[in-house]
């Protein structure tokens, strides 16, 4: 359970998030940090070891610093950390924050796997869950039609993604199923995650069946 003032302190950090994120055209809306805070709860229930407070702070702040929402990286962790100064957060909560935010996106885990915490693990598979299932979809095209990218094009291959700068490099939309969403039933963490990953990626797998049969006019 939460104090009230813990409560308070979201409040507050849902209204910093909210301003941060109004003119997100990228996928990163608030709309997908609430949904990412509720699935994170969800999975946290299943793990009373875990600290809740962490979580849903986190699950809140999990965007804001990431660089493909913010123009510049370091002055909006900046601000966030003026922000989060104000609040009355111990040093190891900000801490146990920031090394979840700072580490858990899947482009910087292409490269090595960063140490998460499991309040970490819970709101990485949170945020993969978001990305999977038909909102998974939906986001995927959303995101590649403000990027101008094809949706699909059988000459064009999917890659294998080994660096941040592959993952930022846009393929078509298509091979974005291949590059990524695909592939993240295989990293969720936690076994509630598990478990709803495996529904979503079942609509995955269908979606790109039927897109790629229609493609052809069939
Ligand atoms: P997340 O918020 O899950 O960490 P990202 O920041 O990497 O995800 O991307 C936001 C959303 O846009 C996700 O649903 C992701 O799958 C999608 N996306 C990212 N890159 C591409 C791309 N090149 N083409 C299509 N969709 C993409
Ligand atoms: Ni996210």
Same mark, same amino acid.
């Given at each position: 359970?939460?104090?009230?003032?813990?409560?308070?302190?979201?409040?507050?950090?849902?209204?910093?998030?909210?301003?941060?994120?109004?003119?997100?055209?990228?996928?990163?809306?608030?709309?997908?940090?609430?949904?990412?805070?509720?699935?994170?709860?969800?999975?946290?229930?299943?793990?009373?070891?875990?600290?809740?407070?962490?979580?849903?702070?986190?699950?809140?702040?999990?965007?804001?610093?990431?660089?493909?929402?913010?123009?510049?990286?370091? %002055?909006?962790?900046?601000? @966030?950390?003026?922000?989060? #100064?104000?609040?009355?957060?111990? +040093?190891?909560? &900000?801490? =146990?924050?920031?090394?979840?935010?700072?580490?858990? %996106?899947?482009?910087?885990? @292409?490269?090595?796997?960063? #140490?998460?915490?499991?309040?970490? +693990?819970?709101? &990485?598979? =949170?945020?993969?869950?978001?990305?999977?299932?038909?909102?998974?979809?939906?986001?995927?095209?959303?995101?590649?039609?403000?990027?101008?990218?094809?949706?699909?094009?059988?000459?064009?291959?999917?890659?294998?993604?080994?660096?941040?700068?592959?993952?930022?490099?846009?393929?078509?939309?298509?091979?974005?199923?291949?590059?990524?969403?695909?592939?993240?039933?295989?990293?969720?963490?936690?076994?509630?995650?598990?478990?709803?990953?495996?529904?979503?990626?079942?609509?995955?797998?269908?979606?790109?069946?039927?897109?790629?049969?229609?493609?052809?006019?069939?």
């Amino acid at each position: 359970m939460l104090t009230e003032q813990q409560q308070q302190i979201i409040t507050n950090i849902y209204d910093y998030v909210c301003i941060k994120l109004a003119n997100d055209t990228t996928g990163h809306d608030i709309a997908h940090i609430e949904r990412v805070v509720k699935l994170a709860k969800h999975i946290q229930s299943f793990e009373p070891q875990t600290n809740l407070f962490i979580v849903i702070i986190s699950a809140y702040l999990h965007d804001v610093i990431d660089d493909k929402v913010i123009e510049n990286y370091q %002055s909006a962790r900046n601000d @966030l950390l003026a922000f989060m #100064a104000q609040q009355p957060i111990t +040093q190891d909560e &900000q801490l =146990a924050i920031f090394s979840i935010i700072d580490n858990m %996106s899947f482009s910087k885990n @292409l490269t090595k796997q960063r #140490a998460l915490s499991r309040e970490g +693990q819970i709101v &990485q598979d =949170a945020d993969r869950l978001d990305a999977m299932g038909a909102i998974g979809i939906g986001r995927a095209f959303y995101y590649g039609g403000n990027k101008h990218d094809s949706m699909y094009d059988p000459n064009i291959k999917p890659r294998i993604l080994k660096s941040k700068a592959d993952y930022r490099q846009s393929n078509t939309i298509i091979n974005h199923f291949y590059e990524k969403l695909l592939l993240l039933k295989d990293k969720i963490n936690t076994p509630e995650g598990k478990r709803l990953a495996e529904q979503r990626h079942h609509f995955l797998i269908e979606f790109v069946k039927r897109f790629e049969i229609e493609w052809e006019g069939e």
